[in-house]
């Protein structure tokens, strides 16, 4: 079975930190995502990653930055958090093609 | 982009009925994946279905891309059967890995 891993589960922080959230996987997907999921706006796209190094712009990229330095982990990193990213954070990988598989997801609170 | 509209938004049902639920979407699709999210949050594969059937256990699914519709069925509802299901696409364009989210019909299974 496909095992995407996220690092928090719940985790808070101050206005202003600089916050990581990791991810791992353990298939050798070529793909990773992060999602962001807030009531009535449904799951949307931050940034994904095709390929080590290599990143891509979603649909809200806005206040976040990604880095991939290693195939199975992808991290989304928010340079100087604000409360309007409180929210549920999702990770998902891929191969080409084939169905995305989700981790257990982090509930990020900034205070 | 690609739109993806879920009905009902709601729905509850005493433990033991059949329910329905439906995804349509605006535009062709190579990926069409059903999701459940429980109530800890964790978002649950249930169907990678860009087009015809599949069943698995009390679930069903059924995609028809020529008229951009797919069909969620679950019977002999029970409590664990709550949360909320999610549809995903993902557009038939070269290269898109983006999958499109749904916002979800909320089901409520009632002992």
């Known amino acids: 079975d496909v095992k995407v891993t996220q690092s928090s589960r719940y985790l808070v922080k101050r206005t202003g930190e600089k916050v990581f959230l990791e991810c791992v996987q353990d298939?050798?997907?070529?793909?990773m995502f992060w999602y962001r999921q807030d009531p009535g706006l449904g799951l949307r796209l931050i940034y994904f990653s095709y390929d080590v190094k290599m990143k891509e712009k979603g649909d809200i990229p806005e206040g976040y930055s990604v880095s991939r330095e290693k195939k199975e982990r992808f991290s989304l990193i928010l340079e100087s958090a604000s409360t309007n990213q409180t929210s549920m954070y999702l990770c998902a990988s891929s191969f080409w093609g084939q169905p995305q598989h989700f981790g257990d997801g982090t509930r990020l609170s900034i205070l | 982009g690609i739109q993806v509209e879920q009905s009902p938004p709601d729905l509850i049902l005493q433990e033991g009925a059949n329910s329905t639920l439906r995804c349509n979407f605006s535009?062709?699709?190579?990926?069409l994946q059903w999701f459940h999210q429980n109530p800890w949050g964790q978002l649950i594969n249930l169907f990678y279905i860009p087009s015809g059937t599949k069943q698995n256990g009390r679930l069903s699914a059924t995609t028809v891309a020529t008229e951009r519709y797919s069909l969620l069925y679950i019977s002999s509802s029970q409590t664990t059967d709550s949360g909320v299901y999610f549809c995903?696409?993902?557009?038939?364009?070269?290269?898109?890995?983006?999958?499109?989210f749904g916002t979800g019909t909320r089901l409520t299974i009632i002992p």
């Open positions: 298939m050798d997907h070529e793909n």
């Open positions: 995903a696409v993902r557009g038939s364009n070269f290269g898109n890995e983006k999958l499109t």
């Open positions: 535009d062709s699709v190579n990926n």
